[in-house]
């Protein structure tokens, strides 16, 4: 790890202008993944802003009848929040599919949205990768990327988006509430925030240079059933290999989005108009225009089965 | 061929150099730490970066009860801090990246991953390891249960795993719920499937799973 200077700060204006005065400084929070980065040498920042003083860590109702979440609201207190469990049952469910319990303990709900990709080529540092190396070429391509994207990617980069918690955002329309360092604030609505790889897979969201999260929201609750249904190489403590969080209205409409297919959550807002019509019609719609390699091209299966699966036990009622 | 069963070194003479070799990578430890940079930017390929110099600063833990004021490099894990700094050894570093649970310990009352938390960030909390759980003729109810149920082979894990454990029936009780929780509305049942996906953050080589499912719950039934 390289060496680094460190600062606490109180307040989110302080951090922002904390960033804009460390050219390259990062905000801490959980450190759970910037940690393993900044270890391995993929993250090198000169300078450490400790966030996790800023009073950032409630979970308020809006005026709006939605939820705010502080940015450094940890994993465990979001998905064990009641009204995230009776409201928003995908957003628990997302969180507690993802990661181990000691690492929900420590990590953040801005922190999870900003989590980087665990493309093994973008964790080797003696490979090529255009995220970690800009223009260095993409080791994934014709490597091993039996858990790469299907859908999005592009001749640069085909990692995808590890998150779980971002797959139930994404379905909800959270907003990403953010502060820059001369005082201004931002709504950044999550269909707008993360990028497709394009020629830049190493700009992953819209947030400018030393832009904070300060909170998510959530508009009102839909109500309908929740379904957060994740597919993996074993039964816990491992990335999706695909995931699908779904919400199902009784009368058969609803919204769906993937994890694990993507650079970034995937949602298409035509698909979701199809959700009483079954899994065959959103599927078409949802992974129109997938790309998959000879590795990876059982996903488009699985994401079918999977939402069948949950479209079956939404009838049951 | 030699054979590979015949070396004609005996035990004693490999735990020592073991233990020289393990004296060796303790004592330059401030220094490799240091110097880390240069030699894997040099191996990437990238240019090589000066290394910068190391920072510290100060951090007061509460570890097992006890108070320990410390100045520390900015960049040293809470792991490295109870290892090499307070010789609490209990506590083990496999991974170093949070993937095997063997460094977890219970931080403000919560179990995290000792390898992937920087130490001055918890300037003022309250840690406790292995060690503060219990000791030979004092055990904690779950050491104890781990020894009778043969909860571990090699034992490398096995702090963490009780760490983890006593954390689980704590979280149990709070109510926090679980991937396997079937009703997010109700408070958790404690089940076999609950413990096992909740302790999955912990793995063992040596493969003792049952076992430790089985002492942790013995404990449980002993508190309920």
Same mark, same amino acid.
């Given at each position: 790890m390289r060496?680094? /200077?460190?600062?606490?700060?109180?307040t989110p204006a302080e951090a922002a202008q904390a960033a804009e005065r460390n050219p390259g400084a990062r905000f801490i929070a959980g450190g759970t993944n910037l940690l393993d980065l900044m270890k391995l040498e993929i993250e090198t920042p000169p300078h450490l802003i400790d966030v996790n003083h800023l009073g950032l860590d409630k979970i308020e109702a809006t005026p709006e009848g939605g939820l705010r979440i502080g940015a450094q609201v940890l994993n465990v207190d979001l998905a064990s929040d009641a009204r995230i469990r009776r409201d928003y049952a995908v957003l628990s469910r997302a969180l507690l599919a993802g990661a181990s319990a000691q690492l929900r303990n420590k990590a953040t709900t801005a922190?999870?949205?900003?989590?980087? /990709?665990r493309c093994p080529y973008f964790y080797d540092t003696a490979q090529p990768c255009n995220k970690r190396v800009p223009g260095s070429g993409c080791s994934a391509i014709g490597g091993y990327n039996r858990n790469h994207a299907i859908v999005g990617h592009s001749t640069a980069c085909i990692a995808t988006h590890p998150s779980d918690m971002a797959v139930a955002m994404q379905l909800l329309d959270a907003g990403v509430e953010t502060v820059r360092g001369d005082g201004s604030k931002r709504v950044i609505p999550i269909a707008d925030f993360y990028r497709l790889p394009g020629t /830049?897979?190493?700009?992953?969201?819209?947030?400018?240079?030393?832009?904070?999260?300060?909170?998510?929201?959530?508009?009102r609750p839909l109500g309908g059933r929740h379904f957060y249904r994740k597919v993996r190489d074993r039964a816990s403590y491992a990335f999706a290999l695909v995931s699908v969080a779904a919400v199902v209205l009784p009368d058969g409409s609803g919204r769906v989005a993937l994890g694990?297919?993507?650079?970034?959550?995937?949602r298409v807002p035509e698909a979701d108009g199809r959700m009483a019509s079954g899994a065959n019609a959103v599927v078409e719609r949802l992974l129109a225009g997938a790309k998959p390699t000879a590795d990876n091209a059982f996903k488009v299966t699985l994401v079918q089965r999977t939402l069948e699966s949950v479209l079956a036990e939404a009838k049951k009622g | 061929m030699d054979d590979p069963f015949d070396t004609n070194i005996a035990r004693r003479n490999v735990l020592k150099t073991g233990a020289l070799a393990a004296t060796a990578a303790t004592v330059p430890f401030g220094a490799a730490a240091q110097t880390a940079g240069a030699p894997t930017a040099a191996a990437s390929g990238a240019p090589a970066v000066p290394?910068?110099?190391?920072?510290?600063?100060?951090v007061t833990l509460r570890v097992n009860g006890k108070a320990h004021a410390l100045t520390v490099d900015t960049r040293t894990s809470l792991l490295d801090v109870l290892r090499e700094n307070l010789h609490l050894t209990g506590t083990k570093k496999g991974c170093d990246q949070g993937q095997c649970g063997a460094c977890t310990v219970i931080l403000d009352g919560r179990r995290i991953n000792s390898c992937?938390?920087?130490?001055?960030?918890?300037?003022?909390?309250?840690?406790?390891?292995?060690?503060?759980?219990?000791?030979?003729?004092?055990?904690?109810p779950m050491q104890a249960a781990f020894v009778k149920h043969d909860g571990y082979q090699c034992g490398y894990c096995t702090p963490g795993q009780i760490c983890s454990a006593v954390s689980v029936l704590d979280e149990i009780r709070k109510g926090?719920?679980?991937?396997v929780t079937a009703d997010l509305n109700q408070k958790p049942l404690l089940s076999i499937d609950e413990i096992r996906e909740r302790m999955s953050g912990n793995i063992c080589r040596c493969g003792a799973y049952s076992n430790i499912v089985e002492a942790i719950t013995e404990v449980a039934g002993g508190k309920a």
């Open positions: 060496a680094f /200077t460190y600062q606490r700060v109180s922190g999870n949205l900003l989590q980087r /990709t /830049t897979p190493h700009i992953e969201n819209t947030l400018a240079a030393g832009e904070l999260i300060t909170a998510v929201t959530l508009p694990g297919v993507a650079h970034k959550p995937w | 290394a910068s110099p190391p920072v510290t600063s100060k992937l938390s920087l130490a001055i960030m918890h300037d003022g909390a309250e840690v406790t390891t292995i060690e503060g759980l219990g000791q030979p003729g004092k055990l904690h926090v719920p679980s991937h």
